[in-house]
């Protein structure tokens, strides 16, 4: 499936992978990535030493007793959709939460932070 015809609108490809599950999966989060992109910006704007994917995915993860919230299933892709775009770089790494493995820390660039004043 060509991934440019599909989403002729969209600054970068989706789905990442060309199965029938991540064609569904793009055509459902569509509407909904503009939105989580800024999330998780706004996220990494007030957090100066940067987050990984797993505390990003903390932060934003759906609060049962509230409409929204982000799945971790969300928040990846959305992340690399952002290193594309400049708006998000890894910035070194952290031990990872059950400290046998180092976990990348995303932090947001100066494009990321003048694409959330310009689209505010």
Same mark, same amino acid.
């Given at each position: 499936?060509?991934?440019?015809?599909?989403?002729?609108?969209?600054?970068?490809?989706? *789905? +990442? =992978?060309? &199965? *029938?599950?991540?064609?569904?999966? /793009?055509?459902?989060?569509? *509407?909904?990535?503009? $939105?989580?992109?800024?999330?998780?910006?706004?996220?990494? @704007?007030?957090?100066?030493?940067?987050? &990984?994917? &797993?505390?990003?995915?903390?932060?934003?993860?759906?609060?049962? &007793?509230?409409?929204?919230?982000? $799945?971790?299933?969300?928040?990846?892709?959305? =992340?690399?959709?952002?290193?594309?775009?400049?708006?998000? =770089?890894?910035?070194?790494?952290?031990? +990872?939460?059950?400290?046998?493995?180092?976990? /990348?820390?995303?932090?947001? $660039?100066?494009?990321?932070?003048?694409?959330?004043?310009? $689209? @505010?």
């Amino acid at each position: 499936m060509n991934r440019q015809r599909l989403f002729p609108n969209i600054d970068i490809p989706a *789905p +990442s =992978v060309d &199965t *029938p599950a991540s064609i569904e999966a /793009a055509e459902k989060i569509g *509407p909904r990535r503009e $939105t989580q992109r800024r999330v998780i910006l706004l996220a990494l @704007s007030v957090r100066p030493f940067g987050l &990984t994917r &797993t505390e990003m995915y903390d932060v934003l993860r759906p609060d049962p &007793t509230r409409d929204g919230g982000m $799945t971790e299933s969300s928040v990846r892709p959305r =992340v690399v959709e952002l290193r594309d775009l400049g708006h998000v =770089v890894e910035a070194g790494y952290r031990p +990872s939460g059950s400290g046998r493995n180092r976990a /990348a820390v995303v932090k947001i $660039t100066a494009a990321g932070r003048r694409w959330l004043r310009e $689209t @505010s």
